[in-house]
């Protein structure tokens, strides 16, 4: 140490600000400053939408074959009414055994959904959500404090 008070000495940041020019503030720059923010938050708000739009595009790309042959390997009635005939008659026959024919009903379609060949289904699933998370991201409201 050289012995002088650091304390009585400026701060040298102080003395470069001391050194510029005296100029007024312009009356626009709050005006320019937002609209610069307005403008970058306007570009953030429509990469995420295009973002999560491709995600779903891609999503839906990728798990439509998937979900045909899904839907394809249920059998349900043609029309309703058979559909409310046969859910009377199990009701008749008793919940015990409604329940296992839903219960084995699941474990087909879950079966069917683990089928291997269903890979490329669930990746576009998981694209879709992406798509969809993103999206509802930019919707639902944002604390800027």
Known sequence: MNGLNQEGQPDPL????SRLPEEP????LAARIYA?????HRRHVTVH???SVFLALAGIWLA?????EMLRSLSLPESGWPLVTTMIGMAQTGAARMSADLISAVASYQ??????SNG???VGMIVLA?????ALQEMLPHNEG
């Open 111 to 116: 079966s069917h959904l683990s089928n291997p």
């Open 64 to 68: 439509l074959p998937g979900f045909t």
């Open 49 to 51: 939408f295009a973002i």
């Open 120 to 122: 490329v289904a669930w």
């Open 36 to 40: 610069n923010i307005l403008a970058h």
């Open 130 to 134: 992406g798509g969809c998370l993103l």
């Open 14 to 17: 102080d003395v470069l600000l």
């Open 25 to 28: 503030v312009p009356a626009e």
